[in-house]
């Protein structure tokens, strides 16, 4: 019942920012705790950031505590990730994903993932 778009991926120089946005449509987020995982070539998906339904909690992989920021604003139905100092390990297809759950309960489990965007590709050069 949830479609979830994202936007704000590009090619982008190491130790550089970019700004993902995902836009959901066909039903509020209010009940939905979110999250950015990504996938690069050959490897598995992963989860990279989340949020619960109130913004009460937020939670980050390892590989990008202290450079990426989650945040979502309600009202307008939007989950932001503001990614700062890349790394080329941060390559990767960025997915949007949305649970019907209070908590983040996707942090060790993909498969508790309700919804997932189409993803959008971020290329990060040395």
């Known amino acids: 019942q949830v479609q979830l778009v994202e936007s704000g991926g590009g090619l982008v120089q190491a130790g550089g920012s970019l700004r993902l946005s995902c836009a959901a449509s066909?039903?509020?987020?209010?009940?939905?705790?979110m999250g950015w995982f990504r996938q690069a070539p050959g490897k598995e998906r992963e989860f990279v950031a989340g949020?619960?339904?109130?913004?009460?909690?937020?939670l980050y992989a390892d590989s990008v505590k202290d450079r990426f920021t989650i945040s979502r604003d309600n009202a307008k139905n939007t989950v932001d990730l503001q990614m700062s100092s890349l790394k080329p390990e941060d390559t990767a297809i960025y997915y949007c994903?949305?649970?019907?759950?209070?908590?983040?309960?996707?942090?060790?489990?993909?498969?508790?993932?309700?919804?997932w965007g189409k993803g959008t590709l971020v290329t990060v050069s040395s």
């Open positions: 949020i619960s339904r109130s913004s009460s909690t937020t």
């Open positions: 994903a949305a649970a019907e759950t209070r908590y983040i309960s996707f942090r060790y489990d993909v498969r508790a993932v309700d919804y």
């Open positions: 066909g039903r509020t987020l209010t009940s939905y705790a």
